[in-house]
């Protein structure tokens, strides 16, 4: 079945840099369109990041110029570069694979401190 099971999560200070990976199995990973999606407390689940199976990316207005999405697909891993993070980037992260109604993974808590 379809796993995403994202990691590199955790505790960083403003101005600092995470790097989020997610490792999917269970579909033909190449073919898709993967991203990143996240979640603050008291807030809707909103996308972040999106690239496609040809490795064209979009983000979200509020991400642009700090965060980088990329893929490898012969690791079948999505990866989310995050810099210069700011304290409202807080919230959980979770890889997304666009298909059907979408699949997300568990997500991995981002914590920044200001």
């Known amino acids: 079945q379809v796993q995403l099971v994202e990691s590199g999560g955790g505790l960083v200070q403003a101005g600092g840099s995470l790097r989020l990976s997610c490792v999917a199995s269970g579909f033909a990973f190449s073919g898709n369109d993967m991203g990143w999606y996240r979640q603050a407390p008291g807030k809707q689940r909103e996308l972040v990041a999106l690239i496609t199976s040809g490795g064209s990316t979009n983000y979200a207005d509020s991400v642009k110029g700090r965060f980088t999405a990329s893929r490898d697909n012969a690791k079948n891993t999505v990866y989310l570069q995050m810099s210069d993070l700011k304290f409202e980037d807080t919230a959980v992260y979770y890889c997304?694979?666009?298909?059907?109604?979408?699949?997300w993974g568990q997500g991995t808590q981002v914590t920044v401190s200001s």
């Open positions: 997304y694979r666009r298909a059907g109604a979408g699949y």
